[in-house]
């Protein structure tokens, strides 16, 4: 497996903070297309993507992927530099090791791999990639996708490598996800003395009810396919800084990972009505990051249990579990949609790893599934 270990060093020596590629690209497409694969490259702003297709023939299976990464964070508790591919005790550590380069890493070589025995395999193979995903995601996949719809090109199934393992690779594969909606909410109050509250309106003290009875309210109660919706408030900001001032706003930001009982509207109608309970004057902007999705039981799911069980001797479990991933923007179109990637246990976090033996394990995976769909 030296040539998927060669090709994750030299992604994670490649410094793609996101929106950032820093080349990571270019050293995939200068691989496929030795392999008859189109490029096509499909920027948006400061945000690299690139789609990659052999064949034209349906169906249409699509290995997808951000070659963007986080923040190292500080510098000085890294036990190597994160942009300096290192192994120790058998694990290779690095920046966007498990999230995604690792992923990326072992669905090329497994391409090859597959192409090389059955170069004359059914249907078409595709790569999708994006440097926006650990950002905003605007100008990543969600506009490769309206371009594919818009000429009718259809994806039937989409493997996305996120790291969605848990103790060994190929043991969880994410079926669906939980929708994600975020609110910025300001609450108008008028500033004074706080020697005279009387002359002010504490927008803090205002707000306090309603923040306790939304973080309280049961939104629903899941299904057997996903936990509960849950709100969680992520920042509250107000006041000058002086302890004599009494603010004149206060600004709160929450989310709501909301499974597939809810919907975006529900959830504003059911927000605005806890807040004008309380009467105090207010704005609040909505920013849906993502709907929910689920993928049934069908082809995708059963090569990929079956691949995991070949490679493996073990049965996977399926599970919509985790935040969100590009998935949700390619589910719309009627696709199939997985998310099977390396263990998840040191994502974002400083000195983040991959084990080097999960390279053969998951590239071994990966190629299995595309023989099981499409030979």
Same mark, same amino acid.
């Given at each position: 497996?030296?040539?998927?270990?060669?090709?994750?060093?030299? @992604?994670?020596? $490649?410094?793609?903070?996101?929106?950032?590629?820093?080349?990571?690209?270019?050293? #995939?497409?200068?691989?496929?297309?030795?392999?008859?694969?189109?490029?096509?490259?499909?920027?948006?702003?400061?945000?690299?993507?690139?789609?990659?297709?052999?064949?034209?023939?349906?169906?249409?299976?699509?290995?997808?992927?951000?070659?963007?990464?986080?923040?190292?964070?500080?510098?000085?508790?890294?036990?190597?530099?994160?942009?300096?591919?290192?192994?120790?005790?058998?694990?290779? =550590?690095?920046?966007?090791?498990?999230?995604?380069?690792?992923?990326?890493?072992?669905?090329?070589?497994?391409?090859?791999?597959?192409?090389?025995?059955?170069?004359?395999?059914?249907?078409?193979?595709?790569?999708?990639?994006?440097?926006?995903?650990?950002?905003?995601?605007?100008?990543?996949?969600?506009?490769?996708?309206?371009?594919?719809?818009?000429?009718?090109?259809?994806?039937?199934?989409?493997?996305?490598?996120?790291?969605?393992?848990?103790?060994?690779?190929?043991?969880?594969? $994410?079926?669906? $996800?939980?929708?994600?909606?975020?609110?910025?909410?300001?609450?108008?109050?008028?500033?004074?003395?706080?020697?005279?509250?009387?002359?002010?309106?504490?927008?803090?003290?205002?707000?306090?009810?309603?923040?306790?009875?939304?973080?309280?309210?049961?939104?629903?109660?899941?299904?057997?396919?996903?936990?509960?919706?849950?709100?969680?408030?992520?920042?509250?900001?107000?006041?000058?800084?002086?302890?004599?001032?009494?603010?004149?706003?206060?600004?709160?930001?929450?989310?709501?990972?909301?499974?597939?009982?809810?919907?975006?509207?529900?959830?504003?109608? $059911?927000?605005?009505?806890?807040?004008?309970?309380?009467?105090?004057?207010?704005?609040?902007?909505?920013? @849906?990051?993502?709907?929910?999705?689920?993928?049934?039981?069908?082809?995708?799911?059963?090569?990929?249990?079956?691949?995991?069980?070949?490679?493996?001797?073990?049965?996977?479990?399926?599970?919509?579990?985790?935040?969100?991933?590009?998935?949700?923007?390619?589910?719309?179109?009627?696709?199939?949609?997985?998310?099977?990637?390396?263990?998840?246990?040191? #994502?974002?976090?400083?000195?983040?790893?991959?084990?080097?033996?999960?390279?053969?394990?998951?590239?071994?995976? =990966?190629?299995?599934? @595309?023989?099981?769909?499409?030979?």
């Amino acid at each position: 497996m030296s040539e998927t270990l060669e090709l994750l060093k030299d @992604l994670i020596s $490649r410094e793609s903070v996101t929106p950032e590629d820093a080349g990571c690209q270019d050293v #995939i497409a200068e691989r496929l297309t030795r392999l008859d694969f189109k490029e096509e490259r499909l920027n948006f702003n400061d945000t690299q993507n690139i789609w990659l297709r052999r064949g034209i023939a349906k169906p249409l299976f699509t290995f997808l992927g951000h070659t963007d990464v986080v923040p190292p964070g500080p510098l000085n508790l890294w036990l190597s530099p994160p942009f300096v591919p290192t192994i120790r005790d058998g694990k290779l =550590y690095g920046r966007g090791a498990a999230d995604m380069k690792g992923g990326i890493a072992c669905f090329i070589t497994a391409v090859e791999r597959f192409i090389a025995k059955h170069p004359d395999h059914q249907g078409s193979i595709a790569v999708m990639l994006t440097s926006d995903e650990e950002g905003i995601a605007t100008n990543g996949v969600v506009k490769v996708v309206e371009i594919l719809e818009q000429r009718h090109e259809k994806i039937d199934w989409c493997l996305v490598g996120e790291p969605s393992s848990d103790k060994k690779t190929g043991d969880v594969i $994410r079926v669906g $996800r939980r929708g994600s909606l975020c609110a910025k909410l300001t609450v108008i109050g008028i500033q004074g003395h706080v020697a005279y509250p009387e002359l002010a309106d504490n927008p803090i003290h205002t707000f306090a009810p309603a923040l306790k009875e939304l973080t309280e309210e049961v939104w629903d109660y899941g299904n057997v396919f996903f936990p509960p919706t849950s709100l969680q408030v992520s920042n509250i900001n107000a006041g000058t800084g002086a302890e004599n001032i009494i603010p004149g706003s206060a600004e709160v930001q929450f989310n709501l990972r909301f499974c597939t009982e809810l919907n975006e509207e529900t959830i504003k109608q $059911r927000t605005c009505a806890i807040l004008d309970k309380y009467g105090f004057k207010y704005d609040i902007i909505w920013r @849906l990051s993502g709907n929910p999705f689920l993928t049934e039981k069908g082809k995708l799911i059963d090569a990929t249990h079956a691949a995991i069980k070949t490679v493996t001797g073990f049965d996977t479990l399926d599970d919509t579990g985790g935040g969100t991933s590009d998935g949700r923007f390619i589910a719309p179109t009627g696709a199939q949609v997985i998310e099977l990637g390396p263990l998840n246990e040191s #994502i974002h976090k400083i000195n983040e790893n991959m084990a080097v033996e999960d390279l053969a394990i998951l590239t071994n995976i =990966y190629e299995q599934i @595309l023989v099981n769909l499409l030979v």
